[in-house]
Nanobody, 124 residues
Framework: QVQLDESGGGLVQAGGSLRLSCAAS??????????MGWFRQAPGKEREFVAA????????SYADSVKGRFTISRDNAENTMTLQMNSLKPEDTAVYYC???????????????WGQGTQVTVSS
């Protein structure tokens, strides 16, 4: 299976930026074949979809709440994916996770396992 490791979170003021990274290990030969995405879980809330990117990187999709502020990208040669987050808001505070998706038309994670995630805290 593919192991996913998230990093790059931190504490930032509202309006600031952060860049999250997701590194794949294990069966990385299959990483480039997956639609990949970011999810987040705020305290007391269910995990929600944030963004997705096609296996080639040519197609992306975003939750309405982050559209225009976040940018997802991937580097299949390095088995990595990033999430550039700009104009951060306090409501973006959450633990962010990466996972695969079955296809671009879904917002459901493919793998039933998750990494430890990376904490993003946005202060007002």
């Amino acid at each position: 299976q593919v192991q996913l490791d998230e990093s790059g979170g931190g504490l930032v003021q509202a309006g600031g930026s952060l860049r999250l990274s997701c590194a794949a290990s294990g069966r990385t030969r299959t990483f480039s074949s997956y639609v990949m995405g970011w999810f987040r879980q705020a305290p007391g809330k269910e995990r929600e979809f944030v963004a997705a990117i096609s296996w080639s990187g040519d197609s992306t999709s975003y939750a309405d709440s982050v559209k225009g502020r976040f940018t997802i990208s991937r580097d299949n040669a390095e088995n990595t994916m990033t999430l550039q987050m700009n104009s951060l808001k306090p409501e973006d505070t959450a633990v962010y996770y990466c996972n695969a998706l079955k296809h671009m038309r879904t917002t459901q994670a493919l793998f039933d396992y998750w990494g430890q995630g990376t904490q993003v805290t946005v202060s007002s």
